[in-house]
């Protein structure tokens, strides 16, 4: 896979999910979906190349998904089987920011 840009759209190799980066780090960060590495929208991926289920827990349609540190964000633009993961750490779903208090 190559750096990873905000913009890029990128695609799992063994399941449905697809996702755009909204932010990534300076440096290289490998992106794992069901065990797999992700693959930019436009490549095919290798055959029998299958999900691993330790890592089936699936994504969300519209849900930002985002690392420990913060500096990766993916939005989820198609839902599948696969768990979104950087560095064999699994991204977890970005909540909202509460709004201020209009006492």
Do not use: H
């Amino acid at each position: 896979m190559t750096q990873l840009k905000p913009g890029s759209r990128i695609r799992s190799a063994v399941c449905d999910t697809e996702a755009m980066v909204i932010a990534a780090p300076d440096s290289d960060a490998q992106v794992t979906c069901g065990g797999a590495p992700m693959l930019a929208l436009d490549a095919e991926p290798e055959a029998g190349a299958t999900l691993d289920a330790d890592a089936a827990e699936g994504t969300q349609l519209g849900k930002r998904y985002v690392n420990e540190a913060g500096d990766l964000e993916l939005l989820c633009t198609k839902p599948g089987k696969g768990t979104l993961a950087a560095a064999g750490a699994a991204l977890t779903v970005k909540g909202a920011k509460p709004l201020p208090a209009s006492d």
